[in-house]
């Protein structure tokens, strides 16, 4: 079974920064990808940045692109996603994902489609 479990949300002002982690364990894709993402009050889910283990450009929504950062641990059971100059509209939850991807480039892409997930951590960005 498949565990993905989120940690480092919290409350902080506009402008700073939070760093989350996902740590994955259960699955021994070869080729996978791991992708952070968020939801607002509201039923819509936005995907907010995606990583393949194999390398390569990591995926970002435009909404944050050179402010989030998403990385791989040393072990590789974990991501990470830096978030820095943060603003009140990137509040949500957000939710840890891994699937595994034979085809690296729809990772880079975003257009992956996941079927783990996390149960998600709360960020909330005040203005």
């Known amino acids: 079974e498949v565990l993905l479990v989120e940690s480092g949300g919290g409350s902080v002002q506009a402008g700073g920064s939070l760093r989350l982690s996902c740590a994955a364990s259960?699955?021994?894709?070869?080729?996978?990808?791991v992708g952070w993402f968020r939801q607002a009050p509201g039923p819509e889910r936005e995907g907010v940045a995606a990583?393949?283990?194999?390398?390569?450009?990591?995926y970002y929504a435009d909404s944050v692109k050179g402010r989030f950062a998403i990385s791989q641990g040393n072990a590789k059971n974990t991501v990470y996603l830096d978030m820095n100059n943060l603003k009140p509209d990137d509040t949500g939850m957000y939710f840890c994902?891994?699937?595994?991807?034979?085809?690296?480039?729809?990772?880079?892409?975003?257009?992956?489609?996941?079927?783990?997930w996390g149960q998600g951590i709360q960020v909330t960005v005040s203005s």
């Open positions: 994902a891994a699937e595994e991807a034979p085809i690296p480039s729809q990772c880079r892409r975003g257009t992956i489609l996941f079927t783990n």
């Open positions: 259960g699955y021994t894709y070869a080729s996978n990808c």
């Open positions: 990583i393949y283990n194999g390398g390569g450009s990591p």
